[in-house]
């Protein structure tokens, strides 16, 4: 037994454990940890793969949060697990008329943050590195928060 120091600490604990097992138990460890490998893999690749709509010039809904931002596109929506932002323009819709009387009070502009489920509708057609302008269509599944603490869920905005 080794000892760290006056205090006894045994830091042959994994060597002990592996000599009490027999070799089949050993095989039998190595074997399940390689069989999580892939897994963890597999989980790591599924995770950089976030639908942002890119490659769409029609519809499509998103997983953001919508945030006030200084400059002219004001109304953004960073697409969560993504580095992709887009930004609110054209025609108004009945959704957009939402967003603005939710942060039309003045209170708090900067420090809420709106995530949920965006429909939108792109404005042109989407230039790598440069935000894309879309319309909202819709909101859904949506959860506000202010200062980084949750204040209200609802269905819809």
Not at 23 to 30: D, E, H, I, R, Y
Not at 70 to 80: D, E, H, M, Q, T
Not at 89 to 116: C, H, M, Q, Y
Request: proline share 3%.
């Amino acid at each position: 037994m080794k000892k760290h120091g006056n205090k006894g600490v045994n830091t042959d604990i994994g060597a002990k454990l592996l000599h009490c097992r027999s070799g089949a138990q050993n095989w039998m460890l190595v074997k399940n940890f390689l069989a999580i490998i892939p897994v963890l893999f597999l989980a790591l690749g599924l995770r950089g793969q976030v639908f942002t709509g890119e490659d769409r010039n029609d519809q499509f809904t998103v997983h953001g949060r919508l945030s006030v931002y200084n400059g002219s596109a004001n109304l953004r929506i960073w697409i969560v697990g993504s580095k992709r932002m887009l930004y609110i323009a054209g025609d108004s819709t009945p959704a957009l008329e939402r967003i603005n009387k939710f942060f039309g009070d003045g209170d708090g502009w900067f420090s809420r943050d709106v995530f949920a489920d965006f429909t939108v509708e792109p404005v042109a057609p989407d230039i790598k590195g440069h935000m894309r302008p879309v319309r909202v269509l819709a909101v859904k599944h949506v959860v506000v928060t202010k200062d980084g603490k949750v204040i209200s869920i609802r269905q819809d905005l």
